[in-house]
Each structure stands twice: as structure tokens, then as C-alpha cells.
């Protein structure tokens, strides 16, 4: 059976917050996206982190581990080199898929750019358990699978939450980080009971816990990370900690960052919901569960690498293969979905097209926002007025140009479209021309050019 340690309280390390991070008393441990961090390079207060002790896990948001296609090789051995350069015991996922599309549907690749819902249902069951125990063979540490927040919901959905992820376990072993904010955030968008998911959870599998806070809007819980933890997450998290002792719990905060006396007070806060004494990261604890099956060793790593595994005969049974008619009626769905949200498909049949435009608004806005933070430039030049503006012209943008190659070249795309559609002032126009220019090395759409790929658009419209 996998020792694991009782990891305590903690925080999500952000490059913002990271000197507060240091200097806050109370932090057992810190989790980063593993995504902005590079294995050779990592940043300077992860290493005096660690070399005070501080256990430091990485969380993957890309991998997709929920979609139809099998785990991507690179992005697997991506998520590996980043728990060996922090000595992780452990690396975390999300169930859920962030893109679809390509060979099995003969369509473009989606990108969502957000977690995205898997469907409950049997044949995507099949799939993730596959997809599971693929990362499984190729990650050098346990593997835990976090639960996400939703705003739609899947038609003729089979199981439950509880018994989807229960499912998951017993056929993988796969260990689970159970987000406590994602499941008050399903109640209310949903209309998900969270004291039934906790029921039916395999609780002794959680290697830790999440913490969030958000905001209800016009009858929508927001799940945004930026505000304070309120008192219903805390009733769950009061709820989970009444059913099982987790080996840790962490806060997540990713804007509108507090001083740092409210971060240290909300982490004493949480540490007291949680009831989890000060001073006992670091011990041995065993439960059942969160275990590799046994027919698959961990691979040989190195001293420097992270902690080896030492599994013994597992419960697990091992996940047949998912047959490929499953993966391709997956594919279909998600795709068609994405389609919805990110193109300009239909809503597709059973779901809530309301619930749907909002989704897809939010998505096009946190976009919107991603794009901004990579090139803050273009918000600067097009102005930041509500109906005008920056916010404006992406979306105008955004409602006929999926995102397909990442934020850079999204951003680029964008300062184009907005060059060759939007009305500008001359000296946003002259602007926002030398900017796309210093990145491109190319000269900008003439006028003659602009006005043709107008043209051309109304009439794709």
C-alpha cells in the first residue's frame, strides 16, 4: 500500500503572492500550476520553499484527461519532469476535457481554454478508466484526480457524482483531490446535494482537499477563486471533515490577492474547520486506496527524483480497454458541445441552451482575461470602457475565432482582427499596428486588404 504524508494546510503558490507566501505563518505546504513553472528554471521562492521543507506539489490544468483521445505523451512526460524537479509525492489532475475534435470526428481541434463536465455515463467511464491508467504507467508518482465545478449539465446522465468517482476508484485506484467549492458550486448551479457526493465518495482515497471562494450572481454560483471562503463551503468542508480526516487541505486564491493577515487568518480558519493541529505535516498515513494497481511498478527514478513507491497487492481490478465505437460517440458529443460553446454550432440536442449562451459568455470573458494578463498592451491601446473597447472587440472577435494555438498567437489573431474590423482612432490604429508588428515582423493588412476580408466575412455570416 502507498505511504502517503499528512501534508497539513496550505496555499496555491502564484508568482504574485509569492514573498507573502514565505512570510505566512501557518503554511504547511504550497501546490503550483504545473503549467507556469519550468522544470530547469524554477522560480526562486519555490526553491526557498523547498529548501526549507516545504512540500511542493504541482496541479495540472491542460492534460485533458477526461476527453475522448488518449492522454498526450508530451503532456504526460511534461507533468512528470515537473514532479521530479520538485520531488513532489504526488501530482494532480482534473476530470474533465479542455479540448476536442480532430481525426475521429474529421473536425478542427477545439480548444475550451476552462475544465470543462465529463458525462456520467458508462461509455465515458470506460474511457477516463483507460485514460487513467495510461497516465498512471507514464507518471512517476501517484496520480489524484480533483472534481470539478460545473454550470451545465450533461442529458441522460447514468450515475451520480459520488458513484461516477466511486467507480473510478475502484477500477483505477487513482486518488482523488476533492474540491469542496466545486461541490457547493454544483449545488447551487445544479441542484447537486454535496452531503450525498460525500456519501458516496470513497473518502478514505482523497489525498487532500480544496478550498475557494466565489460569488453568486443572478442566481449563478461563480467559482472565482477571488474572493474569501464563504460559510456554506466551509459547512461542506465541516461536512467532509466530520465523514474523514484528510491528509491536507489547501486554499486557492488566483486574483484579487488580500494582505496578509487575511490570508493567514482565512488558512487559521480553515485549519480549524478542518481540524488539522499545527506542526503535523510530514507524518506517515495510510488509508486505504490511492494505490497504482500492482500489475504496473512505478518506473526506476533517480535519488534526486521524487519519493519511490512501494505498492502492494492492490483491491483494484484493471480497466479493460475502452472499445473505439465508445471513444468516437465521446468524441462526437464533446465535440459538439465545444462547438457550442466556443464556435458557432447549435446547442446540442437535451441541453439547456440559456444555461449554455451563459457558459459560453463566461468562457469568451475568462478568455478575454487570459489574453490580457499574456499581452496586457492590447487593453492599454484599445481602452478598458464598458461596450467599447478592448472587451468588446475580442468578443467580437472571439464569436467567429475559436481558440485553436494558445494565447500568444490568440492574442496576434486577435490585434488583426481587431486591425482589419474594429473602428479605431488613429492613434489606437497606429498603435495597435506597431505592436503587432514588432511581434510579427510582417506588414499589417492594407486598407484595400481589410476591407476585402470584411467583405468576405459577411458573407461566410
Known amino acids: 500500500m502507498d505511504r502517503r504524508t499528512h501534508l497539513g494546510v496550505g496555499?496555491?503558490?502564484?508568482?504574485?503572492?509569492?514573498?507573502?507566501?514565505?512570510?505566512?505563518?501557518?503554511?504547511?505546504?504550497?501546490?503550483?500550476?504545473?503549467?507556469?513553472?519550468?522544470?530547469?528554471?524554477?522560480?526562486?521562492?519555490?526553491?526557498?520553499?523547498?529548501?526549507?521543507?516545504?512540500?511542493?506539489?504541482?496541479?495540472?490544468?491542460?492534460?485533458?484527461?477526461?476527453?475522448?483521445?488518449?492522454?498526450?505523451?508530451?503532456?504526460?512526460?511534461?507533468?512528470?519532469?515537473?514532479?521530479?524537479?520538485?520531488?513532489?509525492?504526488?501530482?494532480?489532475?482534473?476530470?474533465?476535457?479542455?479540448?476536442?475534435?480532430?481525426?475521429?470526428?474529421?473536425?478542427?481541434v477545439l480548444e475550451a481554454g476552462h475544465l470543462l463536465p465529463v458525462p456520467r455515463t458508462r461509455d465515458a467511464l470506460r474511457v477516463l478508466c483507460e485514460n487513467v491508467r495510461i497516465a498512471q504507467d507514464q507518471l512517476p508518482v501517484p496520480l489524484a484526480l480533483e472534481n470539478i465545478a460545473a454550470l451545465i449539465a450533461w442529458p441522460d446522465e447514468e450515475l451520480t457524482e459520488g458513484q461516477f468517482l466511486a467507480e473510478l476508484v475502484e477500477r483505477t485506484g487513482v486518488g482523488l483531490l476533492i474540491d469542496v467549492a466545486n461541490l457547493h458550486t454544483n449545488h447551487v448551479n445544479r441542484g447537486e446535494d454535496p452531503t450525498r457526493a460525500l456519501d458516496e465518495l470513497p473518502l478514505e482515497s482523497i489525498a487532500y482537499v480544496h478550498v475557494a471562494g466565489g460569488s453568486e450572481r443572478d442566481g449563478v454560483w461563480h467559482d472565482t477563486h477571488a474572493h474569501p471562503v464563504t460559510e456554506p463551503v466551509l459547512k461542506v468542508l465541516d461536512a467532509l471533515r466530520s465523514r474523514v480526516a484528510p491528509p491536507g487541505v489547501l486554499l486557492e486564491r488566483d486574483e484579487n490577492f488580500p494582505a496578509a493577515q487575511e490570508l493567514a487568518a482565512e488558512l487559521e480558519l480553515i485549519r480549524e474547520t478542518a481540524r488539522i493541529p499545527a506542526g503535523r505535516r510530514g507524518e506517515p498515513v495510510e488509508p486505504r486506496g490511492f494505490e497504482k494497481p500492482s500489475d504496473s511498478p512505478a518506473p526506476a527514478r533517480t535519488p534526486e527524483a521524487a519519493p519511490t513507491r512501494t505498492p502492494e497487492a492492490a483491491p483494484t481490478r484493471t480497466p479493460e480497454a475502452a472499445p473505439e465505437p465508445a471513444r468516437q460517440r465521446l468524441a462526437l458529443s464533446q465535440t459538439a458541445l465545444l462547438d457550442a460553446l466556443v464556435g458557432a454550432g447549435p446547442v446540442p440536442e437535451g441541453f439547456d441552451g440559456p444555461r449554455l449562451r451563459v457558459q459560453a459568455r463566461a468562457l469568451t470573458a475568462k478568455r478575454a482575461d487570459i489574453v490580457a494578463k499574456v499581452a496586457p498592451e492590447l487593453p492599454q491601446i484599445l481602452g478598458t470602457a464598458p461596450g467599447t473597447g478592448y472587451r468588446s472587440a475580442f468578443f467580437s472577435y472571439a464569436s467567429t475565432r475559436p481558440l485553436r494555438a494558445g494565447y500568444r498567437r490568440d492574442a496576434l489573431d486577435f490585434a488583426e482582427h481587431a486591425l482589419v474590423h474594429a473602428t479605431l482612432d488613429p492613434a489606437a490604429r497606429r498603435a495597435l499596428t506597431h505592436w503587432w508588428q514588432d511581434r510579427t515582423d510582417a506588414r499589417p493588412p492594407t486598407r484595400t486588404t481589410r476591407i476585402a476580408r470584411a467583405a468576405a466575412a459577411l458573407v461566410r455570416r
Do not use: K, M, Y
Open 11 to 108: 496555499i496555491g503558490w502564484r508568482p504574485e503572492i509569492a514573498d507573502t507566501i514565505e512570510a505566512l505563518p501557518g503554511v504547511d505546504w504550497v501546490e503550483v500550476v504545473a503549467e507556469n513553472i519550468c522544470p530547469g528554471h524554477l522560480p526562486e521562492s519555490l526553491r526557498r520553499l523547498r529548501a526549507r521543507g516545504t512540500q511542493v506539489i504541482p496541479h495540472g490544468v491542460s492534460l485533458g484527461i477526461g476527453g475522448a483521445d488518449r492522454p498526450d505523451a508530451g503532456r504526460l512526460a511534461d507533468l512528470a519532469a515537473r514532479a521530479q524537479a520538485l520531488g513532489a509525492p504526488l501530482v494532480t489532475e482534473h476530470i474533465a476535457f479542455v479540448r476536442a475534435g480532430g481525426p475521429q470526428t474529421a473536425s478542427p
